[in-house]
């Protein structure tokens, strides 16, 4: 009986060290600028006209696996509204993978699990994987291109 309990003392702990292993420590640029894509989704949700107007570079463009060509800034804004008329995201969930600074450049890889709904009451959940870039715009930054699709898990 002592051996098992023994075994599951160490098993925790092997389990509670390897968690705290996983989980970033990042520094103040890269905490800055998480805290922005943060504050992003946080606009989006909201639908008050913020996301992505407010956050986009003048020169940005994205691209993802849901369009036939990139999209640059006032294609993006349309298309931001259409959706924001079209469906209402009900939850959903970003966690960062990696985020690199380099002086006035950043970007930014995560994950997004979103659970909306459209005009009929039909709900969808949808994960995500996120790649942005952006850039230091005075003293604020500002998005300037990014990449989207949804993976292929487990097939």
Not at 16 to 32: G, H, I, L, R
Not at 45 to 68: F, I, M, Q, R, T
Request: glycine share 6%; with cysteine; net charge negative.
């Amino acid at each position: 009986m002592k051996a098992i309990i023994r075994l599951g003392a160490i098993a925790a702990c092997l389990f509670a060290v390897s968690a705290f292993a996983q989980q970033p420590s990042w520094n103040d640029a890269q905490s800055e600028v998480w805290a922005l894509v943060e504050q992003s989704w946080v606009d989006d949700v909201a639908e008050h006209g913020k996301w992505p107007a407010n956050y986009l570079h003048d020169n940005y463009a994205s691209w993802g696996d849901g369009v036939a060509a990139p999209r640059y800034k006032d294609s993006a804004i349309a298309w931001s509204r259409f959706g924001d008329e079209s469906n209402q995201t009900l939850m959903y969930e970003v966690s960062p993978e990696a985020i690199v600074v380099e002086k006035d450049t950043a970007v930014v890889h995560y994950n997004v699990t979103t659970v909306s709904e459209n005009k009929d009451g039909k709900r969808t959940r949808n994960v995500g994987r996120i790649t942005e870039v952006l850039v230091r715009d005075g003293r604020s930054w500002k998005w300037l291109a990014g990449v989207d699709y949804e993976p292929k898990l487990n097939d």
